[in-house]
């Protein structure tokens, strides 16, 4: 089913927010969203719920959807972060168009906003320093004091506002307020700042600015004047809706565009703040932000995510008023889902053991058919190698197996995938370590895969690879970051407290087929048997290529919690 198909069926409380505006025609029958990321971090599987919400709403409803960044705090905010949030956007696919903006483009129009207010006596010059601000503002269950400077002339303000630009005055020093109600029950009313001193080159506008607009005052503006119709933000602005209002309603503003909130999308094993996942950046817990490990969506791409498992799961975790957590495991259901109809399967060994056919003639080597992809036909097929000299795995074999153990043991058979039924006569082993170096078979020539006489069954088929032509690679295995379902719900502990430290394990000797050599980072591979795989787009190289392991086969952590 196609994606748009879908979404019309679905029917959450913004959807019908929306279908009614647009049967009253509001907004002259329009839909304007926007996503509008703070360039401060990489973007996570949080921010995907919002882009698949606003950039969705907008191809389902006919209507448009921005990219604006909202760049208003230059000491945390970088280019880097920006050049990211775009890749990601485009690997979710979707498309901004024309349409890329920057609340910083807006600085100047922000700036006459703020004299229009000062000018309307609704704005004012405060020189209190930031502890006299906090303490002067109350408590929610106490009104606040109004500040000595709460009462100056609009031109006193307009002579202090243009100073603050010039760059006449410290960090600090002033602060430029919004007169609303000093004894407001929402603590957001009380004369909340709309313009600060930063003395901060910002990546943009360099050092144009020495003053910054609060978000609060760029983003209603910014959202009015790019003619937004809804503008979609997550519950912490719920009680800053009333601001957001307020400063539409006193400004000459293009429009006023609705704001509705949305609970975040929380996952568990994980964290989903910015602060916290520059944490483990700068810690060096995890290699960048796109480590395979973090829920990044550039850590979700290098290990192997396809973006529609993403969509899938952001669709199906939904989004509600309240907070609540979805469970990692229903993220990757959608990514098995997806990965099981696209990967090309392939034969990888991880931890190889020598076996060594004892009757196949020593210099030959035969070409067999491998299905690409059971659940694609159109996949087709491929040709593997096989000859006398093999890899499997060595768990695959056990000198003195248990009852049910129905791989590789001595005097036992077993099928060696599109290839022979093959019988384990003899073990070398390494003399100090007893570990087993090489196993001797023989094969039954009458088996081979897709033969009318190899009807002959064994209970088990084991993977193997020809030693003769195999490729050298690196596989890396992931576990989940954390070991706890909520790792910073315990305010009194710190989250990293609960890090997982087998989350990555990293096999140095693994054999894979030659052919994925010309592997490309995107091409989405199962190892049969041994899970999902894709190539690492940083660190594989010609000389040696390294695998992440993007999901096993089968929940895991399913089986340990029902036992
Ligand atoms: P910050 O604390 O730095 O503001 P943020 O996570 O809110 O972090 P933004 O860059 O402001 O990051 O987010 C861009 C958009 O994505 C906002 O509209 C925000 O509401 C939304 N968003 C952020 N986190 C989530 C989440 N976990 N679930 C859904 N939407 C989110
Ligand atoms: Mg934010």
Redesign the pocket.
Known sequence: MKNTEKKYQLNDFIRQKIRTDLKENKNNGKVHTR????P??YLHI??A??IWLNFGLAEEFNGKCNLRF?DTNPEKEEVEYVDSIKEDIKWLGYNWEDRLYYASDYFEQLYSYAVELIKKGKAYVDSLTADEIKKYRGTPTEPGKESPHRNRTVEENLNLFEKMRAGEFKDGEHILRAKIDMSSPNMNLRDPAIYRIKKATHHRTGDKWCIYPMYDFAHGQSDALEGITHSI??LEFENHRPLYDWLLDNLSVPCHPQQIEFA???LSYTV?S?RKLLTLVQNKTVSGWDDPRMPTLSGFRRRGYTSEAIKNFVEKAGFAKRENVSDISLLEHCLREDLNYKALRVMAVLNPVKIIIENYPENKTEELDAINNPEDETMGKRKISFSREIFIEKEDFMEEPPKKFFRLSPGNEVRLRYAYIIKCVSVEKDKNTGDVKVINCVYDPETKSGMPQSSRKVKGTIHWINANDCVDAEVRLYDRLFTIEHPDKDKEKDFTEFLNPDSLIVLNNCKVEPSLKDSNPLDKLQFERRGYFCIDSKDSNKDKLVFNRTIPLRDSWAKISKQ
């Open positions: 996503f509008p990321p703070e401060n971090g949080g921010h719920l919002s909202d933000c997550t975040r999308l929380n989903m910015k």
